[in-house]
Structure formats: structure tokens, C-alpha cells
């Protein structure tokens, strides 16, 4: 049990680490598509990390990434950082599942 108590409070630290650090590697990536592509941000509905955002906002923002069209920007910085921002939403997705899971096994040994 102890074990699992532990392993859990390292996930949701891990959930909190990739939040802080998925939060800026996003700020970074829509600037530099605002300075740099100014039209595509346009397209993508003016995405911002925090304010003026929407659903739709969001959900064509998470698109554009996941389909990877920034590629067809050319740009290798914003695809660099579209790149780390892949990887870090992705085990943000991961440890936040796993986190879930376990702290749902430990209220069931309660």
C-alpha cells in the first residue's frame, strides 16, 4: 500500500511538472506562430494560453498540432517547439491517466 501511496504522489507531481512545463512550451510555440505566421494563427482562430480561448479554439489549435500542419509552414523552429509541445501534452495525457488510475485503486482499498 505504501508503495502505491508513494508512486501515486510522484504521478500527480510528475501531472503538475509537465502541466507548468506544457503551459510554456504552448505560450512559446502560439507566439512565435503569431509573430512568425501571423495568418495561420489568424486561421486557428487568434489561440492564446489563456485568454480568447474557446472550445473551437482549442480544439483546432490541438488539431493543427496532432495532424502536424505546422510542417507545412517550413518553419524548423516553430516545428521544433511544435514538436516538444507534442511530447510534453503527450505524457502530461500519460501520467495524468496512470496518476488517475492509481489513486482510484487506492480509494478502493480504503
Known amino acids: 500500500m505504501n ?3 508513494l508512486t501515486c504522489v510522484v504521478l500527480w507531481i510528475g501531472v503538475f511538472g509537465t502541466t507548468i512545463s506544457g503551459s510554456v512550451s ?3 510555440f502560439l507566439r512565435l506562430l503569431r509573430q512568425e505566421h501571423s495568418t495561420e ?3 486557428l482562430g487568434r489561440p492564446t494560453l489563456l ?3 474557446s472550445i473551437q479554439n482549442s ?3 490541438l488539431r493543427f498540432l496532432a495532424k502536424k500542419d505546422y510542417l507545412s509552414l517550413r518553419d524548423a523552429e516553430l516545428t521544433n ?4 509541445t507534442r511530447r510534453l501534452l ?3 495525457l500519460l501520467l495524468f491517466l496512470l496518476a488517475l488510475c492509481i489513486s482510484g485503486i487506492l480509494l478502493g482499498l480504503r
Open 51 to 53: 485568454m480568447n480561448n
Open 90 to 92: 503527450g505524457v502530461q
Open 59 to 61: 480544439v483546432k489549435f
Open 81 to 84: 517547439r511544435a514538436a516538444r
Open 26 to 28: 504552448v505560450y512559446s
Open 41 to 43: 494563427w489568424d486561421r
Open 3 to 5: 508503495i502505491l501511496i
